[in-house]
């Protein structure tokens, strides 16, 4: 355990350096902040031109721009977990270094994705500052739920982490596919996820492939920690207890914790018999 932890933490800090050491700090602030809230305000105007205005204190509102917000970690995460496999073999070269290391390569993949959730977190408070205090979503930090906003955001995390780690053991046997393959993983969740409209809105399947995905109770958590006396009726989750969406996060995280170790074995032996851990494609 202390060797793991070591592994994590040291993981943690290299990712951050990866991620930030591309400029100074001021520049990298503004651009932690000027990124989210680009993000939110391309999702205000198409508000605007679909509906013809925007009504900011609506409850309808208020679940597209909370959705989107938390959104985030989604793409910054599964990204991020599954180009670790990429960048340490394609662009560094240093895969075959760090796996014959004696620490363990999936830990390391763990706290490497720390960093990743570090500057989602960033983006994710920016977005939902600018959503308050310059859009009027009525979120009060006073009549917010704070065990479920905590308890849900480290359980979603986990289980994000978690199928990251699992597509970054289909990575071990893929090229420069990695990108396609969480982009499209993370369209899928987009779309049948409930993010920017109910997923009642879906045909049968559709919801029932949306039900199937813990990702959908996980950003109903949040809306409802962030607004507890305002929820969308017609989502199909609004009538679910806490108690119920925490269960369903938690076994989801635990089911998916395991799956994540047995794709991760089973790409890391089939790179290892085929002769791929440490071969570079040229992209």
């Known amino acids: 355990m202390k060797e793991n932890l070591r592994t994590l933490l040291g993981a943690g800090w290299l990712g951050w350096q990866m991620e930030a050491n591309w400029t100074d700090p001021f520049l990298f602030m503004i651009y932690s902040v000027?990124?989210?809230?680009?993000?939110?305000?391309?999702?205000?105007?198409?508000?605007?031109?679909?509906?013809?205005?925007?009504?900011?204190?609506?409850?309808?509102?208020?679940?597209?721009?909370?959705?989107?917000?938390?959104?985030?970690?989604?793409?910054?995460?599964?990204?991020?977990?599954?180009?670790?496999?990429?960048?340490?073999?394609?662009?560094f070269q240093t895969l075959k270094l760090i796996y014959i290391s004696p620490i363990s390569f999936y830990y390391y993949i763990i706290g490497r994705a720390g960093s990743k959730i570090l500057i989602a977190t960033v983006a994710v408070v920016v977005t939902l500052l600018f959503g308050i205090f310059i859009l009027g979503i009525p979120v009060d930090a006073f009549t917010m739920d704070w065990a479920l906003l905590v308890l849900c955001l480290?359980?979603?995390?986990?289980?994000?982490?978690?199928?990251?780690?699992?597509?970054?053991?289909?990575?071990?046997?893929?090229?420069?596919?990695?990108?396609?393959?969480?982009?499209?993983?993370?369209?899928?969740?987009?779309?049948?996820?409930?993010?920017?409209?109910?997923?009642?809105?879906?045909?049968?399947?559709?919801?029932?492939?949306?039900?199937?995905?813990?990702?959908?109770?996980?950003?109903?958590?949040?809306?409802?920690?962030?607004?507890?006396?305002?929820?969308?009726?017609g989502t199909g989750l609004h009538g679910i207890e806490n108690f119920w969406l925490v269960a369903l996060l938690a076994v989801?995280?635990?089911?998916?914790?395991?799956?994540?170790?047995?794709?991760f074995r089973l790409g890391d032996y089939l790179a290892r018999r085929a002769g791929k851990i440490d071969m570079t494609t040229a992209y």
């Open 34 to 91: 000027a990124k989210p809230v680009s993000a939110a305000l391309i999702l205000v105007f198409m508000y605007i031109v679909i509906l013809g205005g925007v009504a900011t204190e609506s409850t309808a509102f208020a679940y597209i721009f909370l959705g989107n917000a938390f959104f985030i970690y989604v793409g910054q995460v599964l990204f991020g977990v599954t180009w670790v496999i990429h960048e340490d073999r394609e662009h």
């Open 252 to 263: 989801s995280a635990l089911f998916f914790y395991f799956l994540s170790i047995l794709i």
């Open 154 to 233: 480290t359980v979603g995390m986990a289980c994000l982490v978690s199928i990251g780690i699992a597509l970054a053991g289909i990575t071990f046997m893929t090229a420069k596919h990695s990108g396609g393959i969480n982009e499209g993983i993370a369209g899928l969740f987009y779309v049948f996820c409930g993010v920017v409209f109910p997923i009642t809105q879906l045909p049968a399947w559709g919801q029932s492939l949306g039900y199937a995905i813990p990702v959908t109770y996980w950003l109903e958590a949040m809306r409802k920690a962030l607004l507890p006396a305002q929820q969308l009726e």
